[in-house]
């Protein structure tokens, strides 16, 4: 399947700074990609999706001033969470469809475990 | 908002059995299904994709959809304890494509 690289893997941080978060297609150019965050013992929620060349699209509730999301080239998403708190502490994921396939399977990045002390 | 419905478990099967896992969903229209496997700490791998009405076999693993129920359901052969993990039913939203998730049924087989 398609590989979706994600990356750091896991950071630590102190409340207030800033943490960004990698997303690369490594095998195909993703026009959309999608960020979740998962809770612990709770399912994946999108928190926004994030097109190439344009602005990302947030789901409601989601702070679009503190997740920021820039997709600049077709194989790269960064969410960077700004002035992060406690409660932003979470397990962050990417995903990525191949292009051409519809709306078929997608693929995930490793995910990022933040947690902000 | 669409709504994708699982049975947080544990589910508990002994190796060797049938782990049977279900999931129903709110929307009609939904045409694309998915079952995803979770290890703890990590992200999601797929496991089963489903499109049409009917049965989907791939080794060891089973996707049954039936529509008119807005029923997925996923049944794992000769379960191993390797299998145990959070299976994750998801289904397509919106015309780019982002997954809905149910909660997730924790599976664990026994040795």
């Known amino acids: 399947g398609a590989v979706v690289s994600q990356h750091p893997s896991r950071v630590i941080c102190k409340s207030g700074t800033s943490v960004k978060i990698e997303c690369r297609s490594l095998?195909?150019?993703?026009?959309?990609m999608f960020w979740y965050r998962q809770f612990p013992k709770q399912s994946l929620m999108l928190m926004a999706t994030s097109n190439e060349g344009s602005k990302a699209t947030y789901e409601q509730g989601v702070e679009k001033d503190k997740f920021l999301i820039n997709h600049a080239s077709l194989t790269l998403s960064t969410l960077t969470v700004t002035s992060a708190h406690p409660e932003d502490s979470s397990f962050y994921i990417c995903?990525?469809?191949?292009?051409?396939?519809?709306?078929?399977?997608?693929?995930f990045g490793q995910g990022t475990r933040l947690t902000v002390v | 908002q669409k709504e994708v419905e699982q049975n947080s478990g544990p589910l508990s099967v002994p190796e060797g059995a049938i782990a049977s896992l279900n999931c129903t969903y709110s929307?009609?229209?939904?045409?694309?299904f998915f079952w995803y496997r979770q290890y703890s700490g990590k992200s999601p791998e797929l496991i089963m994709s489903?499109?049409?009405?009917g049965d989907k076999e791939d080794g060891r693993f089973t996707a049954q959809l039936n529509k008119a129920s807005q029923y997925v359901s996923l049944l794992i052969r000769d379960s191993q304890p390797s299998d145990s993990a959070t299976y994750l039913c998801a289904v397509i939203e919106g015309s780019q494509g982002n997954l809905i998730f149910g909660k997730g049924t924790k599976l664990s087989v026994k040795p």
């Open positions: 095998d195909f150019q993703a026009t959309t």
């Open positions: 489903i499109y049409s009405n």
């Open positions: 929307d009609r229209g939904s045409q694309s």
């Open positions: 995903s990525a469809r191949q292009p051409g396939t519809g709306l078929t399977e997608a693929f």
